[in-house]
């Protein structure tokens, strides 16, 4: 009797904590409309100075994992834990300052730092290239203009054997079959690289209102959500053409098409051309380190590629100690981390970036005063 | 005295847990209410019927998924009612009962498998051979006359949304319908048979038209299942925010848009109008669930009236 009463009591206890905590995790999901959280002044990142917290783009996460992995396992004082939200979540989050720092595969908009209050720091902390994968059976060699992807993802070319894309691929047979492009469904830092590549190298096909992380396409094919869902469906569909992180593709040894780049070379997409259109690059980075990499000169450099950048606020509101500890990591990531990232098809920043991207470290004050040395 | 104590505690803590459903419910509809009144105001009720889906210029319009949501899970329905009622017809009135126990455990196991790996089956098994098979003998023969029959089909689309759909709420409806039906007293059957009625005969008259509400019932709560599910209709549908001209071209529904395109949502509007949309589903569902309830409720009170 008096057992039974006990439990009772305790499952009433149980259930009541439950509640409790659906209570308190239900605040989190709250519109950018009220800005009360940023309002309330400099809120600062809670937990103890060990434990960094990260988030935004799931691109860079594979990478990411094993850096922090790494990087704890020589410095055991600190643990990152770095959620792959995606880019406009992390943000977000930055915004909001429930995390110590974002990550983005699109450069902050104005208004977006401005929410933030206080100027955010871009620092690449690694390249990607976007393959365009094809389904075509008995087809090794596509070659494709920016012009070709541009009419396909719009619509005006229809059929592989079209003149126009018939005209960079002498000696290949291509079928009379209709072309399915697929795109991200999803909002993705991937579809604002590929998107920011067709305005950039084909802008009379590609007008900027078509640009961005998720945009209105034209009534062709279809959205698929990620990268695995977009490389499913091509790999699923005969005919079908979309645009992949590279790599996923060479994962998943799928073809992919060699791109015409700026010097009218056709490159096929690997982790040498895309460093090579990092340098590129290298002859015009911006004082903020926006870089844009896509379609550079070099006659190796592959067209498209993007950038990760990790975002900090200039103005760190974090006790020192803390601080410390972050910019310290982030400063390896940018360095000796980048060993890491060929082992996992990430292109690594060259040398003169690296520099660069320590500079912009160094900037970062706490109470005014700079954090690194 | 002491166990009047204990009596109260727990009356007080089973009405706590009684009014949190009813808290829950409307804490919900009021945050959604108030995460999308930013849209409400700025697209007042053209929202409802505008096409345009364009999150670069900030342009939004719900049509295409309402279009895409309704159609899909009615064509669901369309597939899945005849086959579960089958079932449930077969697991009442003809099988032997070791059978019953077998078959009816299988189709409750069929409701517990995750809807991702409905997706990933529609994708990689159900797309390429509804593409490959079952689409052309549609696009030659209706499609033909009927426009919402042409092809060419992809193996993604509304259509395949659809049949992914209903192999998910057969469980629902069979199982519901199998309940249904078992409650028939056996003496409408008896009467029927002692008529000269033949077996299909007894069904149809006697058991069928007897559970009918019933029946409806179980549909509208599948119907209430199909138009929630997310996953699995992402995967195969196409997600393309167009209001499709064939049963074979890729759409979308209310969930995908939302499961799709929140993550990466920045703007306030862009997040408000997602919010609506949300807002949306959870008033069609709740709507649909009510009516269930109401035919289900009808149902019962007059098999105890026929006692």
């Known amino acids: ?373 | 005295m002491k166990k009047r104590y204990g009596d109260q505690l727990f009356k007080a803590i089973a009405y706590i847990f009684g009014c949190s459903i009813i808290a829950m419910l409307g804490l919900m509809v009021w945050e959604m209410f108030r995460g999308s009144s930013f849209a409400l105001d700025k697209y007042g009720l053209g929202f409802l019927f505008s096409s345009s889906w364009d999150p670069v210029t900030e342009e939004f319009g719900a049509w295409p998924f309402i279009y895409g949501t309704i159609v899909s899970s009615l064509l669901a329905l369309v597939i899945a009612t005849p086959i579960s009622i089958g079932i449930a017809v077969f697991l009442v009135e003809v099988a032997p009962k070791w059978f019953r126990d077998v078959v009816g455990f299988l189709i409750e196991l069929l409701a517990a498998i995750p809807s991702i790996v409905y997706g990933l089956w529609g994708i990689f098994v159900l797309g390429p051979i509804i593409r490959e098979y079952i689409a052309p003998v549609f696009i030659n023969t209706l499609g033909k006359f009927i426009p919402f029959f042409a092809g060419p089909s992809f193996g993604v689309g509304i259509f395949t949304a659809g049949v992914i759909l209903a192999i998910m709420i057969i469980p629902t409806i069979a199982s519901i319908s199998r309940e249904v039906i078992m409650v028939v007293p056996d003496a409408q059957r008896e009467a029927a048979l002692a008529l000269g009625a033949t077996k299909w005969e007894m069904i149809r008259t006697a058991v069928l038209t007897y559970s009918r509400s019933g029946i409806l019932g179980a549909m509208i709560i599948g119907l209430g299942r199909a138009i929630g599910e997310t996953m699995s209709v992402t995967m195969v549908i196409g997600n393309r925010p167009e209001v499709p001209d064939s049963i074979f071209d890729p759409a979308y529904t209310m969930a995908s848009v939302i499961a799709n395109e929140f993550n990466e949502a920045s703007s306030d509007i862009y997040l408000s109008t997602l919010i609506e949309i949300g807002f949306l589903l959870f008033a069609v569902t709740l709507l649909v669930n009510i009516f269930a309830r109401f035919l289900v409720w009808t149902t019962s009170r007059g098999i105890q009236e026929a006692k």
Request: aromatic fraction near 6%; hydrophobic fraction near 35%.
């Open chain 1, 1 to 373: 009797m008096k057992l039974k009463k006990i439990g009772v009591l305790l499952f009433a206890l149980v259930m009541m904590f439950s509640l409790a905590a659906c209570g308190s995790s239900s605040t989190s999901l709250k519109p950018e409309g009220d800005k009360e959280a940023g309002a309330s002044g400099q809120q600062k990142p809670s937990g103890e100075a060990g434990l960094l917290n990260g988030a935004g783009s799931s691109f860079v996460n594979p990478l990411f994992s094993k850096m922090f992995n790494e990087y704890s396992k020589e410095h055991t004082d600190v643990k990152v834990n770095y959620q792959a939200i995606g880019s406009g979540g992390g943000i977000k989050q930055l915004t909001a300052k429930t995390v110590d720092f974002a990550a983005s595969d699109a450069p902050m908009k104005e208004d977006e730092i401005k929410a933030a209050g206080g100027n955010v720091l871009h620092i690449p902390v690694t390249l990607g290239g976007v393959a365009i994968a094809y389904n075509l059976e008995g087809v090794k060699d596509l070659k494709l203009t920016p012009a070709n992807i541009a009419d396909i993802y719009s619509g005006k070319v229809k059929k592989w054997n079209d003149p126009q894309i018939a005209a960079n691929n002498k000696g290949v047979k291509l079928p009379d079959t209709d072309i399915f492009p697929v795109h991200r469904s999803d909002g993705s830092g991937t579809s604002h690289i590929f998107t920011t590549y067709l305005n950039k190298a084909a802008a009379d096909k590609w007008p900027k209102e078509k640009v961005g992380k998720s945009i209105k396409w034209d009534n062709v094919g279809t959205g698929a959500k990620g990268n695995e869902g977009v490389a499913g469906q091509v790999q699923n569909t005969p005919g079908s053409i979309g645009y992949i992180e590279l790599a996923y593709v060479i994962q998943n040894n799928m073809t992919a098409a060699q791109v015409q780049n700026k010097d009218g070379q056709f490159v096929a997409p690997s982790l040498d051309s895309v460093t090579a259109a990092a340098q590129g690059g290298l002859a015009n980075v911006p004082e903020d380190l926006k870089i844009e990499l896509n379609d550079q000169p070099g006659k190796d450099s592959y067209p498209i590629v993007g950038t990760t950048w990790a975002l900090v606020p200039e103005d760190l509101g974090m006790d020192k100690a803390k601080a410390e500890k972050m910019l310290t990591m982030l400063q390896w990531t940018v360095t000796d981390g980048q060993k890491y990232a060929s082992d996992l098809q990430y292109a690594p920043l060259p040398k003169e970036l690296q520099d660069k991207c320590v500079a912009q470290l160094k900037k970062v004050k706490v109470d005014g005063q700079p954090v690194l040395k």
